[in-house]
T-cell receptor
């Protein structure tokens, strides 16, 4: 299984600012995903991070609000832009080494927006 | 939109009791996964079921995939405090390139 780290692990931010979350994997992976988990709730897929091209966003999520980069097969970033208190959530990246295989999750980034 | 409803939402039981968590949908999934998430961590995969009617056992945990591949259940025998956590089912549909739809979650607390 892949070992996944996320930075920062947690942060408290002021509304109107932006935060970039990093996801680093210890091996090359085919698929990388970003999820949001609001307090006490389940996971919602934000987007699939595609290497070398624009991310594929799910309904309700847009690139201007959640720009994503994936420069190589082991690293991705998610930016939460122009934050509001409603963006307070846990943001998780996940990876799968082969398409349609098991997804492994990072530890998450806990974001609180004041 | 595919929905996976889990029941119950919350469950508080004593050590040694048995419990079953259900995951239901009106959609067919090519596979279904069960995860457990503990506070401060990401979800950890417990099992993947692929074939309709499949039953998998993982120590005290028994997972079943419905014959029509629309529902699943997780049964825990003789629960222990270490089983405490958020249990999530997640379905993968054919043609969605590994995208998972997560269930609503079941929060389990096992007390001594």
């Amino acid at each position: 299984s892949a070992v996944i780290s996320q930075k920062p692990s947690r942060d408290i931010c002021q509304r109107g600012t932006s935060l970039t979350i990093q996801c680093q994997v210890d091996s090359q992976v085919t698929m990388m995903f970003w999820y949001r988990q609001q307090p006490g709730q389940s996971l919602t897929l934000i987007a699939t991070a595609n290497q070398g091209s624009e991310a594929t966003y799910e309904s309700g999520f847009v690139i201007d609000k959640f720009p994503i980069s994936r420069p190589n097969l082991t690293f991705s970033t998610l930016t939460v832009s122009n934050m509001s208190p409603e963006d307070s959530s846990i943001y998780l990246c996940s990876v799968s080494q082969v398409v349609r295989e098991t997804q492994y999750f990072g530890p998450g980034t806990r974001l609180l927006v004041l | 939109t595919q929905l996976l409803e889990q029941s119950p939402q919350f469950l508080s039981i004593q050590e040694g009791e048995n419990l079953t968590v259900y995951c239901n949908s009106s959609s067919v999934f090519s596979s279904l996964q069960w995860y457990r998430q503990e506070p401060g961590e990401g979800p950890v995969l417990l099992v993947t079921v692929v074939t309709g009617g499949e039953v998998k056992k993982l120590k005290r945990l028994t997972f079943q995939f419905g014959d029509a591949r629309k529902d699943s259940s997780l049964h825990i025998t003789a629960a222990q405090p270490g089983d405490t956590g958020l249990y999530l089912c997640a379905g993968e549909s054919s043609g969605t390139a590994s995208k998972l739809t997560f269930g609503t979650g079941t929060r389990l607390q096992v007390t001594l």
